[in-house]
């Protein structure tokens, strides 16, 4: 008789019921060419492994992403999801639009730590909105709504790094109250 | 019968023997005032409950730190320590001279990511070397060994932030290859 192997694990399983974590209201006015009124609900819920084709998409679609990523099928992809989504200080966040097309993505690591009282950290990395939710305020209320998940989580400071050419990144950080006050260096290890 | 808590879990044990990761040899003439010839070795372990209150007030003894460490024996460090050192993801080293006495301190995350072909990253922080070990290569070589052991749990990139106010460090950072091509950008939450 065979035995269960680690892919029957709920975790990957896709299709497992929505971890849904929070949602968002968006002025559904605001929205180019977008001509009635009322509000968009956006749900933020937990990536899921039937989510990790249309996420690699997203990184991919990116000024400095589509020179370092490859095609979505690619094993590593799978083995990274799998270990972000087994780890607890770990969250991998899809914004939903109609609760069902992905919006935006985020990455969250919770990172405790002795320095300055022993604070909690949420750093914040992969941050990627669709090109068809653009301009519409979606990153900014994203944004807001992950900095108040890093709070209610216990954190005492979220952080992160924004590559120096993305010069309209950086303004949109500092307009939520983020300080440039590091330096942010990589070094990268021969495979 | 009571049972066991979990401050009886073999983790927070401060007896429990040290996890040896590594070792350093130094060049032991080139300490100041140090005339004897010959290596000094430097071991590299896990930090342990009992080394807690040497490695905060590292923390302390810097010119940024000592104004945001409190007392080594608040709880908040105790609760930070426990958090770090039953994550699989955290390393949190001591290097050690004589076997004994803290010559420095650092924190390793390892963060899984899709970005860059589900590239694993090697985050460092929290990073000191004791005043009497200052000056002797110790620094260097130290890094030199998280960087080694980041490639060896199969990171593709380290990475870490540093003040821009500390512009040796920096450089120190600089000469071990590391480039300054992202703005570290922090938003400290209230309490």
Not at 57 to 64: E, I, R, W
Not at 117 to 143: C, D, K, T
Request: glycine fraction near 10%; hydrophobic fraction near 40%.
């Amino acid at each position: 008789m065979p035995m269960p192997t680690s892919h029957d694990h709920a975790a990957n399983d896709p299709n497992r019921p929505r971890e849904v974590l929070g949602s968002l209201h968006l002025d559904a006015g605001s929205g180019p060419g977008n001509g009635h009124q009322g509000t968009q609900e956006i749900t933020i819920a937990r990536a899921r492994r039937s989510d990790l084709e249309e996420i690699v998409a997203l990184l991919t679609d990116d000024v400095l992403g589509k020179d370092r990523e490859s095609d979505a099928a690619d094993a590593r992809y799978l083995e990274a999801f799998t270990a972000i989504d087994g780890d607890p200080n770990q969250v991998l966040l899809v914004a939903l639009a109609d609760e069902r097309a992905i919006a935006a993505t985020a990455q969250i690591t919770f990172i405790p730590g002795l320095s300055r009282g022993g604070a909690l950290r949420g750093q914040i990395e992969a941050v990627r909105v669709a090109a068809s939710h653009r301009g519409q305020g979606l990153g900014r209320a994203f944004f807001e709504w992950m900095i108040d998940y890093c709070t209610q989580r216990g954190a005492a400071m979220v952080q992160l790094t924004t590559d120096k050419r993305r010069q309209d990144a950086i303004r949109f950080y500092e307009r939520l109250g983020f300080v440039a006050s590091h330096e942010g260096m990589k070094l990268a290890l021969p495979h």
